[in-house]
């Protein structure tokens, strides 16, 4: 039997990918727009800065806020490679705000007050990267923080980081790119 040509070399390794740049299209269900970057280190650990444009309540309609928040990650990847598979990042943000009270059926502005804390969470969630060396990134993940300011008054049946207020719910359903 007359022996086949040779099995075909192994392709090189991917080289992807060492950064990451995101839109978070869920922030927009808590009246936020938000980006994220994410860099690559060392190994599987990654560091990301996650600004964000605050421009409404949308869970309670007499209440508008506008403001900023910014939060930084250190995040680790537990597949052993960045920026791909699973990931536990822990978060250290800042949030800072003016929340308007305007009472149902008025115009007439009640209460107005600046609002800001510090957030410490831990989010865990996957990364997915479209393309052997880069291309389209899909990430999304979940998890809890709290929000480290005392509770702020805005009128006696609003008021912020007090109670329940201080856990804050972190998510995140991202697009982007990665190389």
Do not use: H
């Not at 808590?30 to 650990?45: H, W």
Request: aromatic share 10%; hydrophobic share 40%; glycine share 14%.
């Amino acid at each position: 039997m007359p022996e086949g040509p040779p099995p075909p070399p192994k392709p090189p390794e991917a080289t992807c990918c060492r950064w990451s740049v995101r839109y978070n299209a869920l922030d927009l269900l808590f009246g936020r727009v938000t980006f994220e970057g994410e860099v690559a280190i060392a190994g599987p650990l990654t560091i990301g800065i996650t600004p964000s444009w605050i421009w409404g309540s949308l869970d309670d309609a007499t209440i508008d806020t506008t403001g900023y928040a910014l939060a930084a990650d250190v995040g680790i990847y537990v597949e052993g490679k960045p920026l791909q598979g699973f990931w536990v990042k822990g978060r250290v943000g800042y949030e800072s705000f003016e929340a308007v009270y305007i009472p149902p059926r008025s115009s007439t502005v009640v209460a107005r007050r600046d609002v800001s804390s510090a957030v410490l969470g831990v989010v865990i969630g996957s990364t997915n990267i479209f393309g052997r060396d880069g291309g389209f990134a899909m990430s999304g993940g979940f998890g809890l923080g709290v929000a480290l300011a005392p509770p702020a008054e805005l009128t006696p049946s609003v008021v912020f980081y007090e109670k329940v207020g201080k856990i804050k719910l972190m998510g995140s359903l991202s697009l982007g790119v990665a190389y």
